[in-house]
């Protein structure tokens, strides 16, 4: 039950495509960002032309389909379907609500995982982050998933809203039937991001983090979960290693932006773009140029960004690096 680093493979390709940014729910830390992400849906001529400019035939890359509420997307089945076809091995995040009979359009052979999000294990603690009655939807729907074969993943986004009731979720997903476990600490992105006041703070104490994430990764493990969530900080020994430099990550939104770094996507900072279905390289200081950086607080674009994360010792060094947001562990069953 020891947890070990899942270190960049070189070639590595992540490709995560908002299919739409429009949803059902609003989650109080949602990261889109209508004003940087756009409000429009893709559709399935364009969407699979998209496609069709990350795929490589014959060898597999790991396609993540997202919104917004990606179910909400009439031809989402036939999108996985084409995806299968180009290589992709394919997922679906979903908010749990599976519109226009989800289930019933697509098999379990043709997707590789269906993950759902949810943020407690009970509907006093998520429903106050996402909305109400989304606990039981939500549950209600993975109880139907597993029911007829598909794999299934569950997301779990940290704050201080919900650290305190982390523990409890290893026991709801053994329930459900859930075999793989994402615990995601929150990112200051969209909405978090204008969390200003001290009494709305999203974030955990570093401290409290790995006081509490690991122990739970470790219970879960050990009741048949594999689970998965951020270094977020590295360890004195640990060098630091940013995903851009090695893996390719790209990060796709339905306005044609096309970003490598999560954290750049508040801001008009993407280095590639799409045009015309043609991926294009834009020209100029962009995120890409920041990725071979060298710091002592580790992460270049958190430094930039997020400052106000980095806490210091009394002679000006960082009292922990931040990793590159990429960079997960995992502890399997």
Same mark, same amino acid.
């Given at each position: 039950?020891?947890?070990?680093?899942?270190?960049?493979?070189?070639?590595?390709?992540?490709v995560f495509?908002?299919? +739409?940014?429009a949803?059902?729910?609003?989650?109080q830390?949602?990261?889109?960002?209508?004003?940087?992400?756009?409000?429009?849906?893709?559709?399935?001529?364009?969407a699979?032309?998209? #496609?069709?400019l990350?795929?490589?035939?014959?060898?597999?890359?790991?396609?993540? #389909?997202?919104?917004?509420e990606?179910?909400?997307?009439?031809?989402?089945?036939q999108?996985?379907?084409?995806?299968?076809?180009?290589?992709?091995?394919?997922?679906?995040?979903?908010?749990?609500?599976?519109?226009?009979? &989800?289930?019933?359009?697509?098999?379990p052979?043709?997707?590789d995982? +269906?993950?759902?999000?949810?943020d407690?294990?009970?509907?006093t603690?998520n429903?106050? +982050?996402?909305?109400?009655?989304?606990?039981?939807?939500?549950t209600?729907n993975i109880?139907?998933?597993?029911?007829?074969? &598909?794999?299934?993943?569950?997301?779990?986004?940290?704050?201080?809203?919900?650290?305190?009731?982390?523990?409890?979720?290893?026991?709801?997903?053994?329930?459900?039937?859930v075999?793989?476990?994402?615990i995601?600490?929150?990112?200051l992105?969209?909405?978090?991001? #204008?969390?200003?006041q001290?009494?709305?703070?999203w974030?955990?104490?570093?401290?409290?983090?790995l006081?509490?994430?690991?122990?739970?990764?470790?219970?879960?493990?050990?009741?048949g979960?594999?689970?998965?969530?951020?270094?977020?900080f590295l360890e004195?020994?640990?060098?630091?290693?940013?995903?851009?430099?090695?893996a390719?990550?790209y &990060?796709?939104?339905?306005?044609?932006?096309?970003?490598?770094?999560?954290?750049?996507?508040?801001y008009?900072?993407?280095?590639?773009?799409?045009?015309?279905n043609r991926?294009?390289?834009?020209?100029?200081l962009?995120?890409n140029? &920041?990725?071979? +950086?060298?710091?002592?607080?580790g992460?270049?674009?958190?430094k930039?960004?997020?400052?106000?994360?980095i806490?210091?010792?009394?002679?000006?060094?960082?009292?922990?690096r931040?990793s590159?947001?990429?960079?997960k562990?995992?502890?399997?069953?």
């Amino acid at each position: 039950m020891t947890a070990r680093t899942v270190d960049f493979k070189a070639g590595e390709r992540n490709v995560f495509l908002h299919l +739409l940014t429009a949803c059902n729910l609003s989650c109080q830390h949602c990261y889109i960002n209508p004003s940087q992400h756009g409000t429009g849906t893709l559709s399935t001529t364009v969407a699979l032309e998209w #496609l069709r400019l990350f795929a490589r035939s014959g060898q597999q890359s790991n396609l993540i #389909l997202l919104g917004g509420e990606p179910t909400l997307h009439p031809d989402l089945a036939q999108i996985v379907r084409a995806a299968k076809s180009m290589d992709f091995g394919v997922t679906v995040d979903s908010n749990g609500y599976l519109f226009h009979d &989800f289930l019933e359009q697509v098999q379990p052979r043709e997707l590789d995982y +269906l993950s759902f999000s949810l943020d407690g294990p009970d509907a006093t603690v998520n429903d106050p +982050l996402r909305g109400k009655g989304v606990f039981a939807t939500c549950t209600e729907n993975i109880r139907r998933a597993v029911e007829q074969g &598909f794999r299934t993943s569950l997301i779990y986004t940290v704050s201080s809203r919900n650290i305190e009731q982390l523990h409890r979720m290893p026991a709801l997903l053994s329930e459900l039937g859930v075999r793989r476990f994402f615990i995601q600490v929150i990112g200051l992105r969209g909405k978090s991001a #204008l969390a200003v006041q001290p009494e709305e703070q999203w974030q955990v104490e570093p401290g409290h983090w790995l006081e509490v994430v690991p122990k739970v990764a470790q219970q879960a493990a050990r009741a048949g979960i594999h689970v998965t969530y951020p270094k977020v900080f590295l360890e004195k020994h640990e060098s630091f290693s940013c995903a851009g430099r090695v893996a390719e990550n790209y &990060f796709i939104f339905p306005n044609g932006r096309v970003y490598q770094c999560p954290l750049c996507e508040d801001y008009p900072l993407h280095q590639l773009c799409i045009e015309n279905n043609r991926l294009v390289k834009r020209d100029g200081l962009y995120e890409n140029r &920041f990725f071979a +950086l060298d710091i002592a607080e580790g992460c270049v674009m958190n430094k930039l960004l997020q400052p106000d994360t980095i806490e210091y010792i009394a002679d000006g060094k960082p009292k922990h690096r931040i990793s590159c947001c990429m960079l997960k562990q995992e502890i399997l069953p």
